[in-house]
């Protein structure tokens, strides 16, 4: 059973502050990472993907990766309060592993108060 | 350009009707997924197709039809649900199975 994990909050922050949100999964020959922002009756919108150790950066946003720990993370620096959604992270195994379908953790709410 | 389009955005049905919802993409996508996902629930995987085929079927009651017409479209017939199957529905896209997803707006669908 493939797990993703997500504290599901809500983690509140001031504005302008870091956001860290944590993810952690069980499947070890997982190979690609995903955070999703998804806004209270919207669909998912993709954030970032990484496929390797060590950081990503897009804009306010970086995701870090460590798969020997098995943890991806998402920080958002000068959090505003437009940044308030609920933040999916998605694994998807090796490829030819069997599944080509990505597991997604149950979210963490994020709430950016002014 | 990474757009997923899905029509109606709101269906109001009920136990007896019989609709569609519609999902559309012209980014060259050959993965298609429908999603169901509750409030407060992470999206939960119902169907998958992988160059018009129908790859997965996540044990869905066969209320839910899918239909994938061509490599752009895919449609999700509705017939006899319940009010538990009242939910967002959501459509995705990746270039193959295993790649990046994108969804679309998804359909508010309440059923009475």
């Known amino acids: 059973q493939k797990e993703v994990e997500q504290n599901s909050g809500p983690l509140s922050v001031p504005e302008g502050a870091i956001a860290s949100l944590n993810c952690t999964y069980s499947d070890r020959g997982s190979q690609s990472f995903f955070w999703y922002r998804q806004y209270s009756g919207k669909s998912p919108e993709l954030i970032m993907f990484?496929?390797?150790?060590g950081d990503k950066e897009d804009g306010r946003f970086t995701a870090q990766l460590n798969k020997a720990s098995q943890y991806v993370s998402l920080l958002i620096r000068d959090s505003q309060p437009s940044d308030s959604a609920t933040y999916l992270c998605a694994v998807l195994p090796l490829s030819g592993g069997g599944s080509y379908i990505p597991t997604f953790g149950r979210g963490t709410s994020l709430i950016v108060h002014p | 350009d990474t757009e997923v389009t899905q029509t109606p955005k709101h269906l109001v049905m009920g136990m007896t009707n019989k609709k569609s919802l519609k999902c559309e993409q012209h980014?060259?996508?050959?993965?298609m997924y429908w999603y169901k996902q509750k409030a407060k629930k992470p999206p939960e995987l119902m169907f998958v197709y992988s160059y018009e085929k129908l790859s997965i079927n996540e044990s869905v009651p066969s209320r839910f039809s899918p239909e994938c017409p061509n490599s752009s479209l895919l449609n999700l017939h509705l017939h006899a649900l319940q009010p538990e199957d009242s939910a967002l529905y959501l459509c995705a896209s990746s270039q193959v199975l295993g790649e990046t997803q994108y969804f679309g707006p998804g359909t508010r669908l309440l059923v009475l």
């Open positions: 980014m060259g996508h050959r993965a």
């Open positions: 990484i496929y390797s150790n």
